[in-house]
């Protein structure tokens, strides 16, 4: 290993263990931010059925009908629609008009449309 001396002459500092620890850092990072390891993007399975109150969103107000919406939803099925509201009002790059007069349903289909769809491609998940 090489050593390099600073200016002091009483400092030396190893640089093979830094450069390695950068380097394991490094790839760490890489695996961690990869999107198969973000639970968040994985899709899930719909078993909301089809049909029911819509959601309403009032751009003066925002989304106006959610508890509605939820109480007409099962305890599971609540869980679901909620994760997936929640994730489509911080991932999506969508605003809330492309998801007014859409059911549960159709919202859980959209969310897992955005997460498993290209950006380029994304559109046709709202349209």
């Given amino acids: 290993m090489q050593k390099l001396t600073s ?3 009483h400092l030396q500092t190893k ?3 830094l450069k ?14 990869s999107g198969k390891e973000r639970p968040s ?4 399975t ?3 059925p089809q049909g029911g109150i819509t959601i309403n969103y009032d751009p003066a107000s925002t989304l106006t009908n959610i508890d509605e919406i939820n109480s007409e ?25 492309a998801i ?4 549960a349903s159709e919202l859980i289909d959209i969310v ?5 769809s290209h950006t380029d491609t994304q559109y046709k998940c709202v349209e």
């Fill in 7 to 9: 200016g002091f002459g």
């Fill in 100 to 103: 007014h007069g859409k059911s």
């Fill in 41 to 44: 993007y994985n899709p899930v």
């Fill in 15 to 17: 640089i093979m263990p």
């Fill in 112 to 116: 897992n449309c955005l997460k498993t």
């Fill in 20 to 33: 390695a620890f950068f380097l394991c850092a490094a790839i760490g990072t890489l695996f961690a931010c």
């Fill in 73 to 97: 939803l099962s305890d599971d099925n609540r869980d679901i629609f909620s994760n997936s509201l929640a994730w489509y009002g911080t991932e999506a790059t969508f605003g809330f008009d």
């Fill in 46 to 48: 719909n078993n909301i």
